[in-house]
């Protein structure tokens, strides 16, 4: 009986200590599991920042052996676009008082709701806990207007709107041609003769960014249109030699886009993931589609009209607008590339005129027609909203979205108009040779 006890006590200790260590493993198993916590102090779910901001993110973290990494990320939650992501150095401890401050001072973060994440880390568990708040972006202000004036010859300048006068701001031994501007990278695209290329200059203090030559043996005026696609933000050349050119915010040249044999562009717009270009041989016209990314023509597509001179962006993203005069009339058409169809819109634009400048978006469109009047039309259908007497003879429209203003350039005057109403608020003396117009912006 003394024998058969101790065997049995020496089997119940071997699986009592088996049972302890299992115990003790499931223990240890248990507490590597539990995440680190996290109790939020700021800020306030659902608080709204209007920019510039400052923003208080505080929180009291916790974990049970130790903290071992932070991360702190504030993302725009429709489109993911990053306001912060960064790592936040802690001691080595259970507990930690995070007290961090979010500068929201950035001029491209879209208006909208954010997230405030932290991401805390024990080493082995990871505990995300987040807030949302919502951030109003920066306004968007006109900073300068700037007049490009060429003498004919190697003579370009700039000048720039200060008050009421004109302030000389660039010179330079140029066969300038056109130009167009980059507000979001502050760079300003000027085209010159075959030999000269495409400059680039870097805004306010107009230093050379780069200079690309794009050689040509078909004449001396390389470039026949000027256009800038936000979406991929790169200015855009049509070129003698049948291509349109596209050039980064960097001065590279970044795209090319070989037109139909014979044809030279006319006009370019840009629209999602499209390049439309407007182009013209002989007494033809058509309107080319390309892929914008690859280059890669979609569709090419004989006009009915002639002589077409400007294409436009519809507000749809999609379709847009043909300028053309058919006769004596000014008329519209509608290119729409997914059904491939070019429908000229049943009444005329402008009976007896031409259309002779354009300006605007899918927020107002304006056009100067032969007969000096400014009208403004409806972007969705074309339609006029409202017609008024212009300036004679205009050379440039620009149109100022942010403070409703049409800019009217005519020789030897400068009017600004209200664009709602187009009565004219202010006249402005520009430089002699002024032929070109720019509107800046803070982004």
């Avoid at 900073?143 to 200060?162: K, W």
């Avoid at 030279?264 to 993931?273: E, F, K, L, N, R």
């Avoid at 059904?339 to 402008?350: F, H, I, K, S, Y």
């Avoid at 402005?428 to 117009?437: K, M, N, V």
Wanted: charged share 15%; net charge negative; proline share 5%.
């Amino acid at each position: 009986m003394v024998k058969l006890s101790k065997i049995i006590c020496a089997g119940d200790y071997a699986c009592v200590v088996g049972y302890l260590l299992s115990v003790l493993l499931v223990a240890c198993r248990k507490q590597e599991e539990v995440p680190p916590r996290v109790a939020w102090l700021s800020p306030a779910g659902s608080s709204t920042y209007a920019y510039p901001s400052a923003i208080a993110v505080k929180a009291h973290l916790s974990d049970d052996r130790s903290i071992a990494r932070i991360s702190l990320l504030v993302f725009h939650q429709a489109s993911s676009y990053p306001l912060v992501s960064t790592d936040i150095p802690v001691p080595d401890a259970t507990e930690f008082h995070l007290d961090e401050t979010v500068i929201f001072d950035d001029l491209y973060a879209p208006s909208g709701d954010y997230t405030v994440q932290l991401r805390v880390s024990d080493g082995d568990n990871e505990t995300i806990a987040s807030r949302s708040i919502a951030l109003n972006e920066a306004p968007r202000v006109l900073t300068a207007v700037l007049a490009g004036s060429s003498d004919g010859a190697a003579g370009f300048r700039i000048d720039s709107l200060q008050g009421n006068a004109f302030v000389s701001a660039y010179e330079d031994n140029w066969h300038y041609r056109m130009g167009t501007v980059n507000t979001r990278h502050q760079v300003l695209f000027i085209a010159g003769k075959d030999y000269e290329g495409v400059k680039t200059l870097r805004l306010p203090d107009f230093e050379t960014a780069a200079q690309v030559s794009v050689p040509n043996d078909a004449g001396d005026e390389q470039f026949t249109c000027s256009a800038f696609d936000p979406v991929r933000q790169t200015a855009l050349f049509g070129s003698l030699d049948g291509t349109v050119l596209g050039f980064n915010s960097l001065g590279q040249l970044s795209a090319s886009y070989s037109l139909s044999n014979g044809y030279v562009a006319v006009s370019v717009a840009t629209g999602q993931d499209r390049i439309a270009v407007l182009a013209s041989a002989l007494n033809q016209s058509r309107v080319e589609l390309f892929n914008a990314t690859t280059g890669v023509k979609l569709q090419s597509l004989l006009l009915s009209a002639a002589e077409a001179h400007y294409l436009i962006a519809h507000p749809n993203g999609q379709d847009f607008w043909v300028l053309a005069q058919d006769g004596e009339d000014a008329v519209g058409m509608r290119y729409d590339p997914v059904a491939g169809l070019v429908t000229p819109l049943p009444a005329p634009l402008v009976s007896g005129s031409t259309i002779t400048q354009v300006a605007g978006d899918h927020e107002g469109l304006f056009i100067a027609v032969g007969d000096n009047a400014l009208r403004r039309l409806d972007p969705l259908d074309l339609s006029t909203e409202i017609s008024s007497p212009g300036a004679p003879s205009c050379t440039a429209l620009s149109y100022d979205a942010v403070n409703q203003d049409l800019w009217v350039l005519t020789p030897g005057m400068l009017h600004r108009y209200d664009a709602s109403s187009l009565t004219e608020e202010a006249t402005f003396t520009p430089p002699a040779g002024c032929q070109s117009l720019w509107l800046v912006y803070n982004k």
